[in-house]
T-cell receptor, first 112, second 113 residues
Framework: DAGITQSPRHKVTETGTPVTLRCHQT?????MYWYRQDPGHGLRLIHY???????DKGEVSDGYSVSRSKTEDFLLTLESATSSQTSVYFC???????????FGPGTRLTVT | QKEVEQNSGPLSVPEGAIASLNCTYS??????FFWYRQYSGKSPELIMF????GDKEDGRFTAQLNKASQYVSLLIRDSQPSDSATYLC?????????????FGSGTRLSIRP
């Protein structure tokens, strides 16, 4: 987890409220990713970024948006949280030319 | 749909034995292959990566790659109780932007004393 932090680490929120998760890195890596991990589904890519202000959708992007205004920060926003978004969210970073990704400690989000 | 397949387990191995974890992938263009270890309640940790056909050894871990068969494996020698975890196989998505990788669902490994 060195060099990657996520905040908050735990959050409980109510259905319909907006939620923002933050990923912060000190490695100056170009690429950043948001995943969710659920039992039976493994890690699924939500959104990713290939540079400041450059983002794109992953396989499960509905209901999520992202922003990256600085190299070190990648924000994930749930515009109106739903119970189906209860999950563990991981941020990861990567630096080309390698493809290996390094993960942050995760955020456990519960939507009631 | 590009896929990475793993047996979910649990795989139970006696302490001191060799644990063998297997993975197949569908994207023939993939060039980079990874094994992550994930302890319960923790984030995935990269333990091995391999790019070329054959074996790559790092301590008690050996990754094996056979691109013709689209098969990757991880051997853990002299298994220890601390090796009990879920092991995720991951493969890079060929021709994708931003170094995207595809993860398998993981194999749960249990080392019994």
């Amino acid at each position: 987890d060195a060099g990657i932090t996520q905040s908050p680490r735990h959050k409980v929120t109510e259905t319909g409220t907006p939620v923002t998760l933050r990923c912060h890195q000190t490695e100056n890596h170009r690429y950043m990713y948001w995943y969710r991990q659920d039992p039976g589904h493994g890690l699924r890519l939500i959104h990713y970024s290939y540079g400041v202000k450059d983002t794109d959708k992953g396989e499960v992007s509905d209901g999520y948006s992202v922003s990256r205004s600085k190299t070190e920060d990648f924000l994930l926003t749930l515009e109106s949280a739903t119970s189906s978004q209860t999950s563990v969210y991981f941020c990861a970073i990567s630096e080309p030319p390698g493809h290996e990704q390094y993960f942050g400690p995760g955020t456990r989000l519960t939507v009631t | 749909q590009k896929e990475v397949e793993q047996n979910s387990g649990p795989l139970s191995v006696p302490e001191g034995a060799i644990a063998s974890l297997n993975c197949t992938y569908s994207d023939r263009g993939s060039q980079s292959f990874f094994w992550y270890r994930q302890y319960s309640g923790k984030s995935p940790e990269l333990i091995m990566f391999i790019y070329s056909n054959g074996d790559k050894e790092d301590g008690r871990f050996t990754a094996q790659l056979n691109k013709a068969s689209q098969y990757v494996s991880l051997l853990i020698r002299d298994s220890q109780p601390s090796d009990s975890a879920t092991y995720l196989c991951a493969v890079n998505e060929a021709y994708s932007s931003a170094s995207k990788i595809i993860f398998g669902s993981g194999t749960r490994l249990s080392i019994r004393p």
